[in-house]
């Protein structure tokens, strides 16, 4: 079991006004699986993934990431579990505008020590070659399309073997045609073995999933296996 | 790695906002420069002056009229005319162990005229041992010998540019000056000395001590001795010697009661140097007050920094960077843009120095041109001190952004 969820709650508390923003969710995340969490704004998946992704500490409940109890961690611990356990994937790619792509993908290995520069730099390259972008690796990320940028940014989650990608919204900015890219790129990943969890509000996007989630005032309204999983190398449905 | 292209970036930074680079780094510039050039002027003032004192001569002592403190000044330098010191005196000291050479002093002017050329000039009554005194020499001619001392006999030394202004390129030995209404026979001219405790010894006349005492002024007292020992390491053995000996011909039994006082040039250069320090040193915290304000300049730089780059520092920190990283990526940029502003600093201050150095050459000083390794280690450490210090506040804000926030900053 990758991650074991149960019973957690999230809330904000500003000026002792509590805003609920989770309030009991449970589930379970195997190993290789593809989930998409669905939901309107305000129905807690943005919350939910950042608890996921240890970038928010949960009010109460549990959460087990990896067999590891992940609700006590500290800010040190939680650092370090980002970088070496989750790549992340954002709906505005968040790359450095200023520096080289190849700097963009080594971005989170300078924050992991013990790593090889050199082996570090060719599995980046061989990454960028295996999403197709080995000739724009010396450019600046500012100089690439959307689509490319969300490429690279996929590559930059990846460059530390992560147990779990994070894709938050990842079509939200492109067009049909990168969209599609990025989903199949997604897709590859998972058949090679790489658990997702894809947040998304279009279905046509969730439906490239193997299970989707959906989320409502901070409680899962659904939880099942996609049937009639999409491929998005067939072209995204509208 | 990580080090490297924090570097790196923050330089790509600087130079992509040349003109606000350039602006905030001013305030280091100045401050850098104005220590730079001040410790270097300091240290050119302070070489001056005390070469001033030291080319009257070293391991000497003087002996001054009237009693002092031992912190105060003798009541002679206040212009107060005490008569107790006497030429007897003087000759008692060349008795003492490690005294090598000693002179009598007593000054007064008059007109020197020789033919149609008259000009006011200083004279100088000595001693035979004068010159050993003071380490200098007759340039040609001879220099005043103890019988003539004695005998009070009408002989003077010109300073050359008294013999320059006297007898221009004539030969003068043998000729007859008046010194006022008293004739003298010249019969040698100093090597030229330049200024000594700034005053010209080049523009004086050198006569028998007791010729001046007795025909030029009309007394019988001297205005101070000096003598010279034989090591550095004898002068406190020296002084007190010579104390006594002097508390033993004026008859003065309670050293409370001294009608005399002891200095030393090795104390008058301490004191001038500890003087000098103080006050370079002073100088120095001024101009580091600019450095202070620079500082502030590049703290609210920082802060500007800190905002336009929210969402990057989110985005580290998603990617997993810790507090420190992102501490350090920010105190390590605040200190580069130091850095840098501290060498530009440098270099502007050296050059400040360099012409301030050439244009006092210029009026006739002789003042050297002092940089130290020191001081440039110094400042340029002050500047990257600055940066840190300064980059502190601003650095620690960002390290506290809360990741989710600093993502959706826009």
């Known amino acids: ?238 | 790695m990580y080090l490297f292209q924090t570097i790196k970036s923050s330089l790509d930074n600087l130079v992509l906002q040349k003109s606000r680079s350039f602006l905030t780094m001013l305030g280091i510039i100045i401050g850098v420069a104005a220590v730079i050039s001040i410790m270097a002027v300091g240290a050119s003032a302070q070489d001056l002056l005390l070469s001033q004192v030291r080319s009257m001569g070293t391991n000497l002592i003087g002996v001054l009229p009237g009693a002092a403190d031992e912190s105060g000044a003798p009541a002679a330098m206040f212009g107060i005319e005490i008569t107790t010191l006497k030429y007897e005196d003087a000759l008692a000291l060349e008795k003492l162990p490690h005294i090598v050479a000693v002179s009598p002093y007593i000054m007064g002017r008059g007109t020197m005229s020789y033919l149609n050329n008259s000009k006011d000039f200083d004279y100088l009554g000595v001693g035979h041992d004068y010159v050993n005194v003071e380490e200098t020499a007759v340039e040609y001619g001879r220099f005043i010998r103890r019988e003539e001392v004695d005998s009070l006999a009408r002989v003077a030394v010109l300073g050359s540019e008294v013999k320059k202004e006297l007898f221009g390129d004539d030969d003068p030995i043998n000729k007859r000056i008046r010194v006022g209404q008293v004739s003298f026979k010249v019969i040698g001219v100093m090597e030229e000395r330049g200024v000594v405790t700034f005053q010209n010894q080049d523009e004086r006349i050198f006569v028998p001590i007791k010729t001046a005492q007795k025909m030029l002024i009309g007394v019988n007292h001297l205005a101070f001795i000096r003598a010279k020992v034989d090591k550095e390491e004898n002068i406190a053995l020296t002084i007190s010697q010579v104390e006594n000996t002097i508390r033993f011909r004026h008859n003065i039994k309670d050293s409370a009661k001294d009608d005399f006082a002891i200095r030393s040039t090795d104390q008058a250069l301490d004191i001038l140097g500890t003087i000098t320090q103080a006050l370079k040193m002073f100088l120095v915290m001024v101009a580091a007050i600019s450095l202070l304000v620079g500082g502030i300049g590049i703290m609210n730089i920082m802060f500007v920094v800190v905002n336009e780059r929210t969402r990057e520092i989110g985005l580290r920190k998603a990617l997993g960077a810790k507090r420190k990283d992102i501490l350090i990526q920010f105190l390590i940029e605040s200190a580069s843009m130091t850095l840098i502003g501290g060498l530009i600093g440098v270099i502007s201050g050296v050059l400040l120095a360099l012409v301030i150095s050439i244009s006092v050459n210029y009026f006739g000083y002789d003042w050297q041109f002092i940089v130290t390794p020191v001081s440039v280690f110094v400042s340029t450490l002050m500047a990257i001190g600055v940066g840190l210090i300064f980059g502190i506040w601003p650095a620690n804000r960002a390290s506290k952004l809360n990741p989710i926030q600093a993502l959706r900053h826009e």
């Open chain 1, 1 to 238: 079991m990758l991650i074991k969820i149960e019973d957690l709650t999230k809330d904000y508390i500003d000026d002792e006004l509590v805003t609920p923003a989770l309030r009991g969710v449970s589930f379970e995340i195997k190993q290789g699986e593809f989930v998409a969490v669905m939901g309107s704004s305000g129905s807690g998946k943005s919350t939910l993934m950042h608890i996921i992704g240890f970038l928010d500490k949960l009010t109460s409940g549990s959460y087990f990431f990896d067999g590891e109890d992940a609700s006590h961690f500290d800010d040190e611990k939680l650092a370090d579990i980002r970088n070496k356990k989750v790549g992340f994937i954002f709906q505005s790619y968040n790359l450095l505008p200023r520096i080289s792509v190849l700097d963009n993908v080594l971005l989170p290995t300078i924050y992991a020590n013990d790593l090889n520069k050199k082996e570090v730099k060719e599995k980046a390259i061989k990454l960028l070659d295996k999403v197709g972008l080995s000739h724009r690796m010396e450019h600046r990320s500012n100089q690439l399309s959307g689509g490319e940028q969300q490429r690279v940014a996929i590559v930059r989650a990846l460059i530390n073997d992560p147990r779990l990608i994070l894709a938050d919204e990842p079509t939200g900015n492109l067009d049909s045609k990168s969209g599609q890219e990025v989903m199949e790129i997604l897709q590859d990943l998972n058949e090679e073995g790489h658990a997702i969890l894809m947040v998304t509000h279009e279905k046509y996007v969730a439906e490239c999933s193997r299970r989707m989630l959906e989320l409502k005032d901070g409680k899962v309204v659904y939880d099942h296996r996609v049937d009639n999983r999409h491929l998005a190398k067939d072209g995204l449905e509208k």
